[in-house]
């Protein structure tokens, strides 16, 4: 598919109120749809604005299965498995937010291999 036919689709699917195959249509191009936005109509500019406010606040599908992989390694304490998927995954731990979603194990083997900084709990 090429760039005008994919802005065609996402404007054709807002007009017609199809919001999901929308979201997942500009999810998928999002860095080429925010250079060229000016294609897209209103509406589907104003969706395009709620992603991009929507996607600083929350982890994707993709970040979020990597800490679930995370936090199941560190319970089972494969430090072999946890440290290939910290090595692929390293741009995912800079994220403040990304603690709430890590079990105890996972946050006392990540602490103790130096990859997060200790979190002082009262």
């Keep these: 598919m090429n760039i005008s036919e ?13 919001l999901v195959h929308a979201r ?6 999002m860095e080429i ?13 104003e969706l395009l604005e709620v992603l991009i406010d929507a996607n600083l606040s929350t ?3 993709k970040e979020m299965l990597v800490l679930q992989t995370i936090n199941a390694y560190a319970s089972s304490f494969d430090l072999v498995g946890l440290k290939i998927t ?4 390293t741009e995912l731990l ?7 979603y890590l079990n105890s194990d996972a946050r006392i083997v990540l ?9 002082n709990i009262m």
């Design 6 to 18: 994919m802005f065609d689709k996402i404007n054709q699917s807002v007009n017609e109120l199809d």
């Design 24 to 29: 997942k249509l500009i999810e998928e191009n």
């Design 33 to 45: 749809i925010k250079g060229k936005k000016h294609f897209l109509s209103r509406n589907a500019r």
């Design 59 to 61: 982890l994707s599908r």
């Design 86 to 89: 910290l090595k692929n995954n």
């Design 94 to 100: 800079v994220k403040e937010d990304i603690l709430q």
């Design 111 to 119: 602490e103790g291999m130096g990859v997060i900084r200790k979190q």
